[in-house]
Nanobody, 125 residues
């Protein structure tokens, strides 16, 4: 399994970015996916997740209303549209494959596997 994140960059506060995570080596359409982020000196934290069909989505309170997760199973890709970015959104963003068994997707790092290399998002004030 390989995950490749892209789309990060430097943006001013209030700006937008769209992250992509391209997956290979798995039957993508049967797996739920998640986005996490890790700021310097902090633990990796949950940002958002989406079910295998795209019917269910989940967000951390800190990003709800600003970020939107989506997926294109034909392209084996999951996206994270980030609007109204804030300096506190600065982090390396990672996507992961949900390996848990709960119908409601977990929000913990151990619930996910096959992390990509990450993409840096920097929001200036």
């Amino acid at each position: 399994v390989q995950l490749v994140e892209s789309g990060g960059g430097l943006v001013q506060a209030g700006g937008s970015l769209r992250l992509s995570c391209a997956a290979s080596g798995l039957t993508f359409s049967t797996y739920s996916m998640g986005w996490f982020r890790q700021a310097p000196g902090k633990e990796r934290e949950f940002v958002s997740a989406i079910s295998w069909s795209g019917a269910s989505t989940y967000y951390a309170k800190s990003v709800k209303g600003r970020f939107t997760i989506s997926r294109d199973n034909a392209k084996n890709t999951v996206y994270l549209q980030m609007n109204n970015l804030k300096p506190e959104d600065t982090a390396v963003y990672y996507c992961g494959v949900y390996i848990g068994r709960a119908a409601t997707l977990g929000r913990g790092v151990p619930d996910y596997d096959y992390w990509g290399q990450g993409t840096q998002v920097t929001v200036s004030s």
